[in-house]
């Protein structure tokens, strides 16, 4: 029966494994558990073919505890009692390690299943996720694990495990290979950090090279043909997207052109121009402001175009869009005014609407006091005129704080002049 060359080589010692160095080095703190043989209930988080399975099947092996595998995508309650069932029988001596994949697709009534036996130790759990523990998994089972990150594996670390399986795979059959320049490395730098898909384009890439009778001959041009276009992890409901949306509005803020536009190159690669758009948008009014009023307009001009105009285009008033955001001067007085205001309104301090502000438009208005003592601005010098705005209790309040920058500084002494105020 055919076995994939990833199950084939998949490794048998921590040694062997690659990548994850920071907790599986030589004194990584999960490769010092396992060397201690007592494993506590633990939850492996990390992308796809980072080592999370092989992980578990090493610590089982290194404890002598027979390994149970579910897939919480088609596993039950029941499949869970079925473990459970032979607990304490001659066929788990050692107890169980049950390692359960997936996890974010049990519901709460079936991970909270498992806490009887996880307390008791009757069941080691090891459950694994691609996506964040901390919002996917329950917290009664979060509270009773150890949470360890599984992270991309780097090229140099993927390539040792490439260059093992064309090993592997032509002592297994007695052949010989010819390898062009750079096939390896290319592999190990297409696959986004994800081990198992390297080594399935280096086996897809072995099944379909040319045999001229001596050799296999592995050819650049068929590396890039066998290899999947997924060097960027991107995925619009998981964390790579909350990530680098995260990563690309902070180099906004931060003012770093080449940051911000490798994280708009990702979004654009993936298709997701609205995101981008949205992001760029809110970024503007945000962080630049009235540092620069006028760069919101530019900025909406550019995202109308993109939308317009679309992939690839797109790429082009968007980057103009993304430069002029860093390059421009930056004030965050309008995001910290409106959230302080905002503040104010959500604890209840919203208090009655002055007289003289009060709907005066309508008979009866004047018996009632409204619109009395208004002041009309326009029939006073320089078209201002003091008077209370905010409600009684928050009269004095003060919202908007003058940015430490030209424009808002010019407003500032404009109106100081105009108010009589410094």
């Not at 996917?136 to 509270?143: D, F, K, Q, R």
């Amino acid at each position: 029966m055919y076995k994939p060359l990833a199950d084939l080589i998949r490794p048998d010692t921590l040694d062997d494994i690659v990548g994850q160095k920071h907790i599986l080095g030589e004194n990584g703190v999960l490769r010092r558990i396992i060397e201690s043989k007592n494993i506590p209930n633990m939850v492996f988080y990390g992308p796809s073919g980072t080592g999370k399975t092989t992980v578990a099947r090493v610590i089982a092996s290194q404890t002598n505890r027979k390994l149970y595998r579910l897939n919480a995508t088609t596993a039950s309650i029941s499949d869970i009692k079925a473990i459970i069932d032979e607990l304490d029988t001659l066929l788990t001596p050692e107890g169980v390690l049950l390692y359960l994949d997936e996890i974010q697709y049990f519901n709460k009534k079936q991970q909270q299943s498992l806490l009887e036996f996880i307390e008791n130790g009757k069941i080691t759990l090891i459950a694994s996720t691609t996506e964040n523990p901390y919002f996917y998994v329950y917290n009664a089972v979060l509270s009773r694990s150890t949470v360890f990150e599984f992270k991309p594996v780097v090229p140099e670390e993927i390539l040792k495990a490439v260059e093992r399986a064309f090993r592997l795979w032509a002592e297994a059959r007695s052949l010989s290979l010819e390898i062009a320049d750079g096939v390896p490395e290319y592999i190990s730098s297409a696959c986004g950090g994800d081990v198992r898909k390297a080594i399935n384009a280096a086996e897809l890439l072995l099944t379909s090279a040319p045999y001229d009778g001596g050799a296999l001959s592995l050819s650049l041009d068929d590396a890039k043909l066998v290899s999947q276009r997924s060097s960027s992890r991107y995925d619009r409901d998981g964390d790579a997207h909350y990530d680098i949306m995260s990563a690309y509005h902070k180099s906004l803020r931060g003012s770093d052109p080449d940051a911000a536009l490798h994280y708009l190159a990702r979004l654009l690669e993936a298709g997701d121009l609205p995101s981008a758009c949205r992001r760029l948008l809110a970024a503007t009014s945000e962080d630049v402001g009235l540092a620069y009023p006028q760069a919101v307009a530019i900025v909406k001009a550019c995202v109308d175009s993109a939308l317009q105009l679309g992939l690839p285009e797109a790429r082009l008033p968007l980057a103009e869009a993304v430069i002029l955001v860093t390059t421009a001067p930056k004030s965050n007085s309008v995001v910290v005014a409106i959230d302080e205001a905002l503040a104010d309104v959500r604890s209840g301090k919203t208090c009655d609407v002055p007289d003289h502000l009060k709907d005066a438009h309508y008979e009866g208005a004047k018996k009632l006091g409204r619109g009395l003592t208004y002041k009309y601005p326009h029939n006073y010098e320089n078209n201002y005129v003091k008077q209370q705005y905010l409600p009684d209790p928050l009269k004095d309040r003060v919202y908007y704080r003058c940015g430490k920058n030209k424009a808002e500084e010019q407003a500032k002494a404009y109106w100081d002049k105009i108010k009589g105020t410094k």
